[in-house]
């Protein structure tokens, strides 16, 4: 979608816009207004500004209120998100009904606090404000589902520290977005990893020579529900957005604690240390820049980070090297303006056991798919060999529990080992997780039963993002 700058008359109408409170509802044709008050989730969209946002309203749950109270600055942002939900709401396959009830103006936070519209707040949007909005909410009395980052920086860790000891003494939920857990393949490693006579134990490592090595490749340009996603310009500004040691960089540390220690509450004071961390730039040309955001300068904000050649430097690659219980990982995030081929994410997963390792490739070879690899370290249990092994046997048997909760699931030999087979049917892709969080969200609300480890291994995760962050700033 492409911002058109109008006539004299239409930017006096825009000033006059954010110098004052509007509220407006959008209504999809044919529905009427869907309420219904009886269901015990009620949405509050809060500043939405990255596309997550309408990510978690591309389905629709049953326990939900379909009347969703949005509270937000005017602007492009909030434009870009109504659009989204728009265009839900009016596809043909499966079509959403949400209603959005919109607040625009300076004193929106204000009003969605006082107001009560809903009972859950969902955040996804400009970081900067993030600590407060999560903070704040939890203090009216709100649930609050936060698109990660939670924080980008140690004094946004210590007021998420403060925010969760405020969600215990009033009952409250506050849980953030981690889709990366219900990829079929990482899943798949995770229950490998918990299997002695498939796995082993964790290889004796350190930093410099982990046992888990996570990495992620991100692109600026992107197709997001079939359209490209234009970027807002506060997205490339550190101080906005975060750093990618501290966003992306989010997933990788997630799944690392998700996979090691599995249903294990961490304690971030004991059992991370952070050992070392390193950060360097991006550069986006002016041209890159206006493909994507759809400006046509950088804005003022950003223009003490435009280099002598006139590319924008953009601090969104990162590496970390931790210990976590004894266990070395390296974790890195990295971006490029854009993919030459498939335009996706891609990820790379290595946990290096005593038995084998267990490796989620997503390259040319897999056309760029995460494929899960067991490769044994021991070549005598490679499946070249018969008849079959004592290991061949065990990998088999862990498979067949696993065809349980995932029928179809198989083996294929390989030279080193043999390659996860996965039924197209848990091929979701990254926008089909949302729901799955959701879900897991409102049963948890629902329910009341979150489990006891999921609180300090969200602390965990942010003290190792925003450690890493103050010692590679501090290195450079």
């Not at 046509?296 to 950003?302: A, G, R």
């Not at 089909?432 to 948890?444: I, K, Q, S, T």
Request: glycine share 6%; with cysteine.
């Amino acid at each position: 979608m492409q911002t058109r700058f109008q006539p004299a008359a239409a930017l006096l109408l825009l000033f006059s816009l954010s110098m004052s409170c509007h509220t407006r509802e959008t209504t999809p044709a044919g529905h009427g207004n869907p309420s219904d008050t009886a269901r015990a989730v009620r949405l509050i969209t809060l500043d939405p500004g990255h596309f997550h946002a309408a990510l978690v309203q591309k389905s629709m749950y049953p326990d939900v209120d379909s009347v969703v109270h949005v509270y937000a600055p005017p602007g492009p942002d909030l434009d870009l998100h109504l659009d989204r939900i728009k265009a839900y709401n009016n596809r043909e396959k499966d079509p959403t009904h949400w209603s959005e009830q919109v607040y625009s103006g300076t004193d929106f936070f204000e009003k969605m606090l006082a107001g009560h519209a809903g009972n859950t707040v969902v955040l996804s949007g400009n970081n900067r404000e993030k600590a407060d909005y999560i903070f704040r909410s939890l203090q009216s009395g709100y649930h609050v589902l936060a698109d990660k980052p939670m924080v980008i920086d140690p004094e946004g860790f210590a007021r998420l520290e403060q925010a969760f000891a405020i969600a215990s003494r009033n009952d409250l939920l506050l849980y953030d977005i981690m889709t990366e857990r219900f990829e079929i393949t990482s899943v798949i490693q995770r229950e490998l990893c918990k299997r002695p006579d498939v796995f082993g134990t964790f290889q004796k490592s350190n930093a410099r020579h982990p046992a888990v090595i996570k990495e992620s490749v991100h692109h600026f340009f992107k197709q997001v529900s079939g359209a490209t996603l234009t970027r807002p310009p506060w997205f490339f500004d550190i101080r906005q957005q975060g750093e990618g040691m501290v966003d992306v960089m989010t997933h990788l540390v997630d799944l690392a604690q998700w996979e090691c220690f599995p249903d294990q509450a961490l304690d971030y004071k004991k059992d991370v240390l952070v050992e070392s961390a390193r950060h360097w730039p991006t550069n986006l040309s002016p041209v890159q820049f206006r493909e994507l955001t759809r400006l046509d300068s950088f804005p003022d904000y950003l223009k003490g980070n435009v280099t002598s050649d006139g590319s924008l430097q953009v601090y969104c690659n990162g590496e970390i090297r931790y210990a976590l219980r004894g266990v070395g990982i390296r974790t890195t995030a990295t971006w490029t303006y854009k993919d030459s081929g498939t335009m996706d994410d891609t990820y790379y997963s290595m946990l290096h056991g005593t038995k084998a390792d267990l490796v989620i490739r997503q390259g040319a070879a897999e056309g760029f798919k995460p494929t899960l690899y067991i490769e044994p370290l021991d070549r005598r249990g490679a499946p070249e060999r018969n008849p079959q092994t004592a290991y061949e046997q065990g990998l088999y048997a862990a498979i067949a529990s696993l065809q349980k909760e995932f029928p179809g699931l198989g083996l294929e030999r390989t030279r080193s080992g043999w390659r996860l087979v996965v039924p197209d049917k848990y091929k979701e892709g990254h926008e089909a997780h949302f729901a799955r969080v959701m879900r897991h969200f409102l049963g948890y609300l629902r329910e009341r039963n979150m489990p006891a480890w999921e609180v300090p291994d969200m602390l965990a995760k942010y003290y190792t993002t925003t450690r890493a962050l103050e010692l590679a700033r501090r290195n450079k």
